[in-house]
């Protein structure tokens, strides 16, 4: 067997297309979507992933804002840097970029953001809308995921999907809308005994755990379909997901590939949630003066 490789690039484009559409209308109406990225500190992984970001919103009429502050930067600072963020109605979505430097509590600051503006889908009150099935804005990731497997016609409702990891980021998010599309999902981490035999029961597997190739051919079930959200980065300086790919397109029907698969669709969601954020207020906007 040779799995069909699922290529987010080429989905993702799909959507920013889309959006650009629905972008260049409500700039036509006076509204220009804005996404408001902060930076503390000097990661370099999270520069790459804040210009990206920064960069895509460009690609389809959107503004974006990069607020930069230094390392040593205080949570009281912080804090009232997103107040701010908060009460600016030219901005719609606000994203805070993880991880941030030891002396900041992540949690405090993901629950500054003003839920309408979370387009991150952290928030606590997103998280509870997740939880029930209510509208809210999800993480991008999970929901990048769902999206593709809708591209690809998988059928997930009476499907049993395993997902390795159990981050409020990916993991946990990713169960709830696996289950809210009727699939039995188990959850896997690292005090899971015999994972191999928990993730071969997967019709479809979702392996998220930052750790290079954990996955291998022989834990995968002969057809499953595998979506590799992992990015690591090897001693030689190229990229590898959780799952050893190689071994794995032999045995799976569907499998992403890292880079190319499921990166490109976070940010196509990111901009998906701005996109979105921006309509919902200026829609609260003609009510009000209606």
């Known amino acids: 067997m ?11 484009e799909g959507f920013r297309k889309s959006y650009a559409a629905s972008v260049a209308r409500l700039r036509e109406r006076g509204v220009v979507p804005s996404l408001a990225v902060v930076i503390v500190g000097d990661n370099p992984a999270s520069k790459v992933y804040v210009r990206n970001k920064a960069l895509a919103c460009e690609k389809v009429g959107m503004h974006s804002q ?3 502050l230094p390392a040593d930067t205080t949570q009281r600072h912080l804090l ?3 107040r701010r963020l908060n009460a600016d109605p030219a901005v719609h979505g606000i994203l805070v970029q993880l991880p941030l430097p030891k ?3 992540p949690r405090a600051v993901i629950e500054a953001v003003a839920p309408h503006k979370d387009v991150d889908g ?12 209510g509208p809210a804005f999800y993480p991008c990731t999970p929901c990048g995921v769902m999206k593709m497997l809708e591209h690809e016609g998988v059928e997930v409702e009476g499907k049993h999907a395993v997902v390795v990891g159990r981050s409020t980021i990916v993991g946990k998010p990713m169960a709830l809308l696996l289950l809210a599309a009727g699939a039995t999902v188990t959850i896997c981490h690292s005090k899971t005994r015999d994972l191999g035999a928990m993730t071969r029961q997967g019709d479809i597997l979702v392996v998220a755990v930052g750790k290079a190739r954990m996955i291998d051919a022989s834990m995968i079930k002969p057809g499953a379909i595998v979506i590799d ?13 959780d799952v050893d790919f190689e071994g794995a397109s032999r045995v799976a029907s569907m499998i992403t590939p890292v880079p190319g698969g499921v990166g490109p669709m976070t ?11 921006a309509e919902l207020a200026a829609a609260s906007a003609s009510a009000a003066t209606a």
Do not use: C, E, W
Request: aromatic share 6%; glycine share 12%; net charge positive.
């Open 2 to 12: 040779s799995a069909r490789i699922i290529d987010g690039k080429a989905i993702a």
């Open 66 to 68: 990069v607020h930069a």
């Open 80 to 82: 009232d840097f997103v």
């Open 103 to 105: 002396q900041l509590d």
């Open 122 to 133: 952290f928030h606590y009150r997103n998280a509870g809308a997740l939880l029930v099935g």
């Open 229 to 241: 959200v992992g990015v690591n980065r090897l001693p030689d300086g190229k990229l590898a997901g």
């Open 267 to 277: 940010i196509a969601m990111l901009l998906g949630n701005t996109l979105k954020a």
